[in-house]
């Protein structure tokens, strides 16, 4: 595809609609298996019964395929900051999904969240495009991703507090994310040279799967545990913070080198780490079903 900074960006924001319909739904619908049911894969199995989840999944598929169309033609450090811009939006779904209007914690997260998001896009390099990723570093990468979420996956269940849990399982999933971010990258690149369905014969979709998988399973077990402040901020500061450093690290792209820009994004990071903090812990929490 030939790169277009403002055709991605477009098709991010159109992908953080989504998100942000489709977390709202998934959360709800997490929120409601019982918490008997401990590890991550067989609360998605439970999931698969929910008609509200199926629906946000859905949801999620069209907002996952924009969100791959947009880092094939921008880089990960514009595409994926925008993608975050869904947590603001579902201010709105989840007020409207409650009939309430948005509490004055959450639009004071939005603000905050919104003119970090603009701060952190700005010092973005658009110009760079970079270069193909290294097949066995991706590989590498890929693979530690998965050993240390499945290691996590068995410590959680050992902490002696939820919000605790859901804060590992969160960041775990954002790791996660990040890295799966990276592969959709790499699978643009496969449908772009070998076509539809050759795409299929290369490595990268195959490997992106169960890592995508992974990573929701983690997420919907950190829905259950506990409220979404406890995950969703450090889930998706953790996935912009590595996609950023995976794609200088794999793609070649370039990072802000000036001290200002630096300054500019560290303090838009941290930003959106707080409003993304306000806007989840302004949200009531959906009750939990027990036994």
């Known amino acids: 595809m030939t790169p277009s900074p403002t055709l991605a960006a477009a098709l991010a924001l159109s992908s953080a609609l989504g998100f942000a319909f489709s977390t709202s739904f998934q959360h709800l619908a997490a929120g409601r298996v019982h918490l008997t049911v401990t590890h991550p894969l067989m609360v998605l ?4 019964r929910s008609p509200r989840w199926l629906v946000g999944s859905t949801i999620g598929l069209v907002a996952w395929f924009l969100h791959a169309v947009a880092l094939n033609l921008g880089t990960l450090s514009l595409v994926q900051p925008i993608i975050l811009l869904g947590v603001v939006l579902a201010v709105v779904v989840r007020s409207s999904l409650e009939r309430r209007l948005p509490k004055v914690n959450e639009l004071a997260g939005v603000a905050v ?5 603009i701060a952190v896009v700005s010092v973005a390099d658009t110009s760079h495009q970079g270069s193909d990723a290294p097949t066995v570093a991706m590989l590498s990468v890929a693979g530690v991703g998965v050993v240390i979420a499945l290691l996590v996956t068995r410590l959680a269940n050992q902490l002696p507090r939820r919000g605790m849990a859901a804060f590992v399982l969160g960041m775990t999933a954002g790791m996660l ?3 799966t971010a990276c592969l959709m990258k790499v699978v643009g690149t496969a449908v772009s040279d070998h076509g539809v369905p050759g795409f299929l014969l290369t490595w990268s979709p195959w490997v992106l799967l169960p890592c995508a998988f992974l990573a ?3 997420n919907q077990r950190a829905y259950q545990l506990s409220r979404l ?6 889930l998706n500061v953790t996935s912009v913070l590595l996609s950023i450093l ?6 070649d792209e370039s ?6 820009a630096l300054l500019v994004q560290a303090i838009g990071l941290v930003g959106i780490a707080w409003g993304l903090y306000r806007i989840a812990d302004a949200g009531s929490r959906t009750h939990v079903v027990a036994d």
């Open 229 to 234: 402040s406890h995950s969703m901020p450090v």
């Open 113 to 117: 969240t919104v003119l970090s998001l």
């Open 216 to 218: 929701m399973s983690l």
């Open 246 to 251: 995976l794609g200088a690290l794999l793609f």
């Open 177 to 179: 994310f990040g890295i």
């Open 255 to 260: 990072l802000p080198t000036t001290p200002g």
């Open 45 to 48: 199995l439970q999931l698969l």
